[in-house]
């Protein structure tokens, strides 16, 4: 709740009332089950503080096609906070796509000159610290919740073989088969 209402940097903000609660909502992909474990997790320890976070399900395709596609103007706005599961789109670690300016996965429209020059400089860049330093920059200005990503587990048939290397990434979503071959089946 805003206590100290005013523009100062020990205060809520220019436009924000006294006594105006701290609200938002979240809505999570009812699949992988874990979402729902991770969102109420977040929302109990909100309550802690003071903060109101009202949660709401769907499945993946029904957030990304009505909560984030601007095709859909009447609901691009009624979100504060996506829980859609984890994903990576890269294995190469920088957040390009994700929080540039315009990136195909910035979903929250994230948007700041100094995270692009950075992610820019990560990519580009000769430095090799350049990640180091986009990840830092990134780790303290927060355009995202980062919750770990749920394991999975995949099963086969016991003719399935390969070296273990290419079998170790599978709880990651990292997927080799170009290594896998099928054996005759064992009794």
């Known amino acids: 709740m805003c206590d100290n209402a005013g523009r100062a940097p020990n205060q809520c903000g220019p436009g924000i009332p006294l006594g105006t609660p701290l609200a938002f909502n979240q809505i999570y992909a009812n699949q992988p089950p874990v979402n729902k474990k991770q969102t109420e997790a977040f929302a109990s320890e ?18 990304v096609s009505n909560y984030s596609d601007i095709s ?5 706005n009624k979100w504060a906070m996506l829980n859609f599961g984890g994903f990576t789109n890269s294995l190469y670690p920088t957040t390009v796509a994700l929080f540039n300016t315009g990136g195909t996965y910035n979903l929250g429209n994230y948007s700041d000159p100094m995270a692009d020059t950075l992610i820019h400089n990560s990519i580009f860049g000769g430095d090799p610290s350049a990640v180091k330093a986009e990840a830092s920059y990134l780790a ?10 749920a394991d999975n587990i995949a099963a086969w048939k016991k003719t399935l073989s390969g070296p273990p290397e290419a079998f170790s990434n599978l709880t990651q979503s990292g997927f080799t088969p170009e290594y896998w071959y099928f054996t005759t089946a064992q009794s």
């Open 46 to 63: 909100c309550k802690k503080v003071g903060i109101t976070v009202t949660t709401e399900s769907g499945t993946f395709n029904d957030i």
């Open 72 to 76: 859909v103007p009447a609901t691009i």
């Open 140 to 149: 303290e200005n927060l355009p995202g919740l980062f919750l770990p990503s």
